[in-house]
């Protein structure tokens, strides 16, 4: 059988099933005795080893076949699993990782790294063997004529993989007797179709009604497992009587279907020309004395939002989907150090766009292994400023508005200011006898190649590939910044945008250029001047157009006010927002560009970047 079909949504599940699987390790780890965690590890390893053995990746499911095995040691036990045994899995779950890569990436399976072999025969007392094959199926009494059986199975709601789980029983099944008919068929479970999670099977009676029940409990992700027979035995006069009760019921139709990320790339790219000719329409019919046209580009552009809206919330994941591997992260990073932390995370059910949760990955990295390596002290240091020998690690994400604010908090040390300026000096950042204020230090942190060590650390040291983290947040249309507090801590924050989508803005004309300002930074528009108002382009560093203007006052989440003074306001529109790159994001106060329907290019200001601007003048 060509299982090749499956191999994506193998690499998919068997994903979910490792995340999922170090989560509850690391619960182990701080919580022995927790059997909740305890039965989900074992499920997740029984899972992985029963689909990659469907799939004919051996090498993959006798490892997954003895780590669980390991695991039922401890439930059989009550036990709980041993510190030393959390550590193995741990090890074996890498290399299931390793495994599920070389799987992706079409190579051969590499083989069991030795040293993780000799860490489970040491714990296991000797090499366990390796899964046995199911028995052959049973063969009915001599001269017996076979009954029909209707085995109904119905799967856990919490089952990662529904079809997959169904294909999988259905041979199973099929190794004890005749496969008569599947609902859904077996083409649906290997199309990767399972509506429902209910499967209806008919088979014939070459097993006894035992055997298959002693399946049905082997089996897990499995909440009922019924079989009833449909067919009495042959009459006395060796007719066959009607079978007794209806066939299967017709299957329902699927709910969800999996998308490859590449086709809803290519439709949010085509939403984003269907916005842009939509804004060309938009003002090419309001110039035109046609009722019918512009009638016909009002209704366009409701289906056009209404389309755009839906392909938006696509794209949204919730950071879960980032976070999920970060304590282990940690936990490796604060062993290497022989330090002691608590790192903790809320707002995971905050969503971001997916392209910005991809991008992010690598950024927070940097500053989780920089707080671990460098901001917080050891057990000793942190007894002799009066702390508990644990250090805390604080990571959140919270929505304020369209924008999603990230804070990574540690209570170490802090940064120490007055070394950032001697090496600055050293560096040639600063001038001898220069003193500048405590901001400008903390931003001599992100410059390329700053590092307050003399050495390289084997992790990271604060300041080193800083420059790298506030780039890559940039790219995203984001900000970085910085506070600490000596001996007490630090902390960055994150300022992203909620999605790299569409976005409706305010087009205002200054100096000849046409800008965009965010719409929901905008308080209200009018004509004339108010007190404290400034020219854009004064900001910008030009010169002032002519004419008396208009007034734009810009604000949001409670903050001061900006009133800017332009030359004219051209109305709303909603653009696809592109990332800058690194030359045009340092000339300006500017966010991103859009590209608009007449196919002008206009940069999104920066609105925070503008008050700052201002503030500083």
Same mark, same amino acid.
């Given at each position: 059988m060509d299982m090749s079909r499956y191999q994506s949504l193998f690499l998919n599940d068997t994903a979910e099933h490792l995340d999922a699987l170090e989560g509850n390790l690391l619960v182990l780890e701080g919580n022995p005795g927790d059997r909740e965690s305890l039965d989900e590890v074992f499920r997740h390893l029984h899972s992985v080893k029963g689909m990659a053995a469907s799939m004919h990746y051996e090498v993959m499911a006798r490892l997954a076949h003895r780590l669980e095995d390991l695991a039922s040691e401890a439930r059989e036990s009550g036990r709980g699993l041993s510190s030393p045994a959390v550590e193995v899995l741990l090890q074996g779950l890498d290399v299931l990782r390793v495994q599920l890569q070389a799987v992706r990436g079409k190579q051969s399976l590499p083989p069991l790294p030795e040293e993780l072999v000799l860490a489970l025969e040491k714990l296991q007392g000797g090499s366990r063997p390796p899964p046995e094959a199911s028995a052959p199926p049973a063969q009915p009494a001599a001269g017996s004529e076979p009954a029909r059986w209707l085995v109904e199975v119905v799967l856990e709601e919490s089952c990662p993989a529904p079809a997959l789980r169904a294909f999988v029983i259905v041979n199973r099944l099929r190794q004890l007797a005749p496969l008569v008919e599947c609902r859904p068929s077996e083409q649906q479970l290997r199309a990767g179709q399972f509506p429902g999670n209910r499967l209806l099977q008919v088979l014939l009676g070459e097993a006894e009604r035992s055997g298959l029940e002693t399946l049905g409990e082997s089996l897990l992700e499995v909440s009922s497992f019924k079989v009833e027979p449909l067919a009495p035995p042959a009459a006395p006069d060796g007719r066959q009587a009607a079978a007794a009760g209806p066939g299967p019921p017709p299957a329902a139709r699927p709910a969800t279907v999996r998308v490859g990320t590449e086709l809803l790339d290519f439709f949010f790219d085509s *939403?984003? +020309?269907?916005? #842009?000719?939509? #804004?060309?329409? +938009? %003002?090419?019919?309001?110039?035109?004395? #046609? !009722?019918?046209?512009?009638?016909? *580009? !009002?209704?366009?552009? =409701?289906? /056009?939002?209404?389309?755009?809206?839906? /392909? @938006? =919330? /696509?794209?949204? /994941?919730? @950071?879960s989907l980032l976070t999920a591997r970060l304590p282990r992260v940690v936990r490796d990073l604060a062993r290497q150090q022989d330090k002691q932390v608590d790192f903790t995370i809320s707002g995971q059910e905050v969503e971001l766009d997916r392209a910005i949760v991809e991008a992010l990955d690598t950024p927070l990295?940097?500053?989780?292994?920089?707080?671990?390596?460098?901001?917080? %002290?050891?057990?000793?240091?942190?007894?002799?400023?009066?702390?508990? $020998?644990?250090?805390?690690? %604080?990571? #959140?994400?919270?929505?304020?508005? +369209? !924008?999603? =604010? *990230?804070?990574?908090? $540690?209570?170490?040390?802090?940064? $120490?200011? %007055?070394? *950032?300026? =001697?090496?600055?000096?050293q560096q040639g950042l600063l001038a001898d006898g220069e003193r500048p204020g405590r901001q400008r230090l903390l931003e001599l942190i992100f410059q390329p190649g700053f590092s307050t060590r003399e050495r390289a650390g084997q992790v990271s040291g604060r300041g080193v590939g800083l420059d790298a983290v506030r780039r890559d947040i940039e790219r995203l249309g984001g900000r970085v910044t910085v506070e600490t507090v000596s001996g007490q801590g630090t902390t960055f924050f994150i300022d992203l945008p909620l999605t790299l989508a569409i976005v409706p803005v305010l087009l205002v004309e200054e100096a000849g250029a046409v800008l965009a300002l965010p719409a929901q930074r905008v308080e209200r528009v009018q004509a004339g001047h108010e007190d404290g108002a400034v020219r854009l382009a004064e900001i910008l560093g030009g010169a002032a157009g002519g004419g008396a203007g208009e007034c734009v006052v810009l604000g949001g989440a409670g903050g001061p006010l900006l009133r800017l003074v332009v030359e004219r306001i051209c109305g709303h529109r909603e653009v696809v927002v592109k990332p800058l790159g690194r030359l045009l994001a340092a000339v300006g106060p500017y966010s991103g560009a859009a590209v608009l329907g007449d196919g002008r290019p206009a940069l999104v200001l920066d609105v925070d970047e503008l008050l700052r601007r201002r503030a500083g003048r």
């Open positions: *939403v984003g +020309e269907l916005i #842009s000719l939509l #804004s060309f329409f +938009e %003002e090419y019919s309001g110039g035109v004395d #046609s !009722r019918a046209l512009r009638h016909g *580009v !009002r209704r366009l552009g =409701q289906v /056009v939002r209404r389309l755009r809206d839906r /392909v @938006v =919330q /696509v794209r949204m /994941v919730p @950071v990295l940097h500053l989780l292994r920089n707080a671990v390596d460098h901001g917080l %002290e050891d057990a000793a240091a942190r007894r002799a400023r009066g702390k508990p $020998d644990g250090g805390r690690l %604080e990571l #959140s994400f919270q929505r304020a508005g +369209e !924008r999603v =604010q *990230v804070r990574l908090r $540690d209570d170490g040390a802090g940064i $120490d200011l %007055e070394r *950032v300026m =001697q090496r600055a000096r």
